[in-house]
């Protein structure tokens, strides 16, 4: 099975096209040529992690009349898929999160320094009497328990919001590290 993959818009999801001609893959299997690349997308190839906003297009393969059937030709296409998409040099997307955090003002310095420890970036801020509301956002995966943190860090006194606003894409030497935990984790299992 031969396969071409291109990029699409974010949030425009997944598109399978095929542009099979002359037969080389009977049209009674081109449906397990799709189920095993959709199979794959929710494996995700580069860090085990789910592939969005892409389209694949089957453009060739080969067939035995004899040999040839649903399980071979689903196997084939993920297999395909898996090589495409890691020539494709894929990016990891990351959920970023809006935070507004309220702290008593002698708090400011050490929520600001830990926000930016976390890839956090401050947006504004605004007074509510002896408070200060912090407007930031920050990735999810450097949030993760940031309400007990940010008691911890206020003796009790600071509060906050988080929802969800984007995905951005993670930067090169953190995408390293998670493909590296992902792959240490797979050996992992494998054992």
Partial sequence: VFIRIAPKGRGEGFEFLNEVVGGNIPSNFIPAVEKGVVETLSEGPVAGYQVIDVAVTVYDGKHHPVDSDEVSFKLASSHAFKDAFLKA?????????HLEITVPEEFMGDVMGDLSSRRGRISGMDADGHFQVIHAEAPLAEIDRYATLLRSMTQGKGFHA???????????DIMAKVIENSQKNKGKEAA
């Fill in 89 to 97: 040099k894929p990016i990891l997307l990351e959920p970023i999160y």
């Fill in 162 to 172: 988080q929802r969800f606003d984007r995905y951005e894409e993670v930067p090169g």
